[in-house]
């Protein structure tokens, strides 16, 4: 069955550091882009971070550009988040989502019809 898995997510004071994990079971995460969501309580879901599936192209949201770094493991069949000097609005539930495809990643990245999404991990920055 194929499937993807975040972990990483927990409480962290404001400045602090979490790396967040996609793993990919059922499939090969080598030919799909990746993309990186949140969901705030209230608010609406939005796009944080997208890399493509093989010419390694990344894109950013503005409010987590410098501070968040995606990458991936191919052999691990797994994307990371980095993110550092967190901050409290950056508190939410991150999901990791997968689409077939080698479209470079770019700001439309985020509108793809992903073909697998997983269940998220809450993320909590607080002091």
């Known amino acids: 069955q194929e499937q993807l898995v975040e972990s990483g997510g927990g409480l962290v004071q404001p400045g602090g550091s979490l790396r967040l994990s996609c793993a990919a079971s059922?499939?090969?995460?080598?030919?799909?882009?990746i993309g990186w969501f949140r969901q705030a309580p209230g608010r609406e879901r939005e796009g944080v971070s997208c890399i493509s599936s093989s010419e390694g192209s990344t894109h950013y949201a503005e409010s987590v550009k410098g501070r968040f770094t995606i990458s991936r493991d191919n052999v691990k069949n797994t994307v990371y988040l980095e993110m550092n000097s967190l901050k409290p609005e950056d508190t939410a539930v991150y999901y990791c989502?997968?689409?077939?495809?080698?479209?470079?990643?770019?700001?439309?990245?985020?509108?793809?019809?992903?073909?697998?999404w997983g269940k998220g991990t809450l993320v909590t920055v607080s002091s």
């Open positions: 989502a997968a689409k077939y495809t080698d479209f470079p990643a770019g700001p439309l990245c985020y509108t793809y019809g992903m073909d697998y």
């Open positions: 059922g499939f090969t995460l080598r030919y799909y882009a």
